[in-house]
């Protein structure tokens, strides 16, 4: 009797790249449903608009450099949608398309595709359109929490992702289920506080849909941020510095997402010099105390070491 | 569909095969169980350095065995790994790491083996291309 043989493992996790996307998307739901709620029809044209360029525009690269078709993996569509999400609802219908463009053709398959990009496509181009339209990518307004109840309807809101931050927190069940790493955001989030608190800005400005979107959804994604534990928070920490800089001086929406997109500059460097140690050897703080401990001269202070 | 412990064993295609004292488990698979996934670049997600009990990159290992970089695999301490399979149990990419990574040490292995012992006085040192 002959069998069907694999190899092994021959247990595995039921997790998929396709599962992580299409969980993301899940976690943005809320998010999308209170923004066409909020700001009409026009959102609900961005979203289409983006999402449904960025399937076009995956497919006829994919169909042009004879690469499989890998749409049903959701990759393409995420981005779409993060892209979407990010513009302001009072944009022409073809701002959501460009950005899809570029973040399709530019921000991921010229650097290889999936897991080979360097910066998030999403914000690289969301980059692209703020420094190409600024004057149509400007939001009417930043918001600033007034009440509890601006955490779950923000009416200040500028951008489609502001509109609730407490809807965003589907993030947070995805850390849960461990789709999503939770060294980065926690680093992120915290050091953007204390260091907030330290340069005297208001938390009300920080705490915004943009910003909790780029702690959740943004630093975490997986090509873009180092894979060693100590290198995701340092990644986390930088992120934090970066945007507590650029949102001192101006605004803490744009400074999420510029923090961000320079941390992933780094974010090679921070993984090849945070390679953990072999297993087994002395950890850097050992290696510091022990080194320390052999300069002090026990003999001549006159204290013994019992054998 | 008979596997010598589930997530390490090696799966076999008859059941003539006989039980020794090395056997240290039968895993039977249904059909529906068996995994025919494919696979994907890696997504650099870093489940597998989480998991990973020795504290390697297996990711970073995997892609340098693909390429056949076997010295800088070593550089990184692959002969650490205990070929426990959990990275590749992990994996969303369904990237065969643990299949990668023995091939690569067996590689190193072998290196070593061609190596002529120190002993002999007569031993040429030189380019393996014949020129001095």
């Known amino acids: ?307 | 569909m008979i596997a010598n412990g589930a997530i390490t064993g090696v799966a076999q295609y008859t059941d003539e095969v006989p039980v020794t004292k090395v056997t240290t488990a039968i895993t039977v698979q249904g059909p529906d169980e068996i995994h025919y996934d494919e696979t994907i670049a890696c997504i650099h997600c870093a489940r597998c350095v989480d998991v990973c009990p020795v504290e390697l990159v297996p990711s970073r290992l995997a892609a340098l065995s693909d390429q056949g970089r076997f010295d800088e695999c070593r550089q990184m301490n692959i002969v650490n790994c205990i070929e426990c399979g959990k990275c590749a149990a992990v994996c969303p990419s369904k990237i065969h790491i643990l299949q990668l990574i023995r091939y690569s040490k067996e590689s190193i292995n072998r290196a070593y083996e061609d190596i002529a012992p120190k002993e002999s006085s007569n031993l040429k040192l030189g380019c393996s291309c014949g020129s001095d």
């Open chain 1, 1 to 307: 009797m002959t069998f069907t043989i694999s190899a092994p493992p021959h247990r595995k996790d039921e997790i998929t790249f396709k599962k992580i996307n299409w969980s993301k998307m899940a976690a943005l739901l809320p998010v999308i449903l209170i923004s066409i709620y909020f700001f009409g029809i026009p959102a609900l044209g961005i979203i289409l608009a983006g999402v449904l360029s960025a399937i076009v525009f995956e497919v006829a690269i994919q169909k042009v450099f004879n690469q499989k078709i890998s749409i049903a993996d959701g990759h393409a569509i995420m981005i779409g949608l993060m892209v979407a999400l990010i513009v302001p609802p009072e944009v022409p219908i073809w701002i959501p398309m460009a950005g899809s463009l570029f973040a399709i053709a530019i921000g991921k398959h010229i650097f290889g595709g999936i897991g080979s990009y360097v910066f998030n496509p999403v914000l690289a181009a969301w980059v692209f359109l703020n420094l190409a339209w600024g004057s149509i990518m400007t939001p009417v307004s930043f918001p600033q929490l007034g009440a509890i109840s601006n955490l779950v309807l923000e009416n200040g809101a500028g951008l489609l992702i502001g509109v609730s931050p407490i809807a965003l927190l589907g993030g947070l069940v995805l850390i849960y289920l461990k789709y999503v790493e939770w060294r980065i955001p926690l680093s992120y989030f915290m050091t953007t506080m204390v260091l907030a608190l330290l340069v005297g800005d208001n938390l009300s400005h920080v705490i915004t849909g943009a910003f909790l979107f780029g702690v959740l959804f943004i630093a975490t994604d997986m090509a873009t941020s180092p894979v060693t534990k100590n290198g995701r928070v340092v990644y986390g920490i930088l992120c934090g510095i970066l945007t507590v800089i650029y949102g001192h001086f101006d605004n803490y929406v744009y400074a999420a997402f510029y923090g961000v997109f320079l941390a992933n500059c780094v974010s090679s460097f921070i993984e090849n010099v945070t390679l953990p140690r072999p297993f087994g050897t002395e950890s850097y703080l050992q290696n510091k105390y022990r080194s320390i401990m052999k300069k002090i001269p026990f003999e001549k202070l006159g204290v013994s070491i019992d054998e």
